[in-house]
């Protein structure tokens, strides 16, 4: 069975350029979760999309937004990239949002803004 | 607001030892608590979910217990090994979103 999938793993983008990272969540998930893990603050929840749409965000600039397709498969955006963009994105992938069915996390995107 | 800490930071021990981490948050309004692993520049790996109605779940060598009404959860790894050294991480599912500690850094010596 099929781990969740992030693609590309590595990425390095200028500042002001705009990145599009890829998340395939297992096969049957159908709520896809990103977070934003930095060394000075840890993991940030980002937002979380189920049915294709967004249904929460967190407390990011409207420079981050993303989709979710009809196969659960979702995107993330960041336009106009600054150096404290640089950081591993990771998503996670449920059977339905929250309660208590957990998430499983890929490997992650590490992005790096120079 | 939801806050997660983890005690300690940093932890080194000799290769068998049995050792515990700690876990506390502040709003015992959880649908359940997840450890997660953190090898290097890698994802997280799930070790072990304790949903909202359970006091613990073993995997392994691995056992975790979770007290809503303290607000505390422990991680006990029993006969640690060389490749147990990672960063391990708790985290609190609230209504939509993780809540994640700060992680504790474990180096096993051989």
């Known amino acids: 069975k099929a781990g969740v999938t992030q693609t590309p793993r590595y990425l390095i983008k200028t500042r002001g350029q705009q990145v599009t990272l890829s998340c395939s969540p297992i096969s049957g998930h159908r709520s896809v979760s990103w977070y934003q893990q930095t060394p000075g603050q840890g993991l940030q929840f980002l937002f979380e999309?189920?049915?294709?749409?967004?249904?929460n965000k967190g407390n990011f600039p409207g420079r981050f937004s993303g989709r979710q397709f009809s196969n659960s498969r979702s995107e993330m955006n960041v336009s106009t990239l600054e150096l404290g963009d640089s950081a591993l994105y990771l998503c996670?992938?449920?059977?339905?949002?929250?309660?208590?069915?957990?998430?499983?996390f890929g490997s992650g995107t590490r992005l790096t803004v120079v | 607001k939801q806050e997660v800490t983890q005690i300690p930071a940093a932890l080194s021990v000799p290769e068998g030892e049995n050792l515990v981490l700690n876990c506390s948050f502040t709003d015992s309004a959880i649908y359940n608590l997840q450890w997660f692993r953190q090898d290097p520049g890698k994802g997280l790996t799930s070790l072990l979910l304790?949903?909202?109605?359970?006091r613990e779940q073993t995997s392994g060598r691995l056992n975790a217990s979770l007290d809503k009404s303290s607000g505390r959860s422990t991680l006990y790894i029993a006969a640690s090994q060389p490749g147990d050294s990672a960063t391990y991480l708790c985290?609190?599912?609230?209504?939509?979103?993780?809540?994640f500690g700060t992680g504790t850094r474990l180096k096993v010596l051989a």
């Open positions: 996670a992938s449920s059977l339905l949002p929250g309660l208590n069915y957990g998430y499983t």
């Open positions: 304790i949903q909202s109605s359970q």
């Open positions: 999309y189920f049915s294709e749409t967004q249904r």
């Open positions: 985290a609190a599912l609230g209504t939509y979103k993780y809540i």
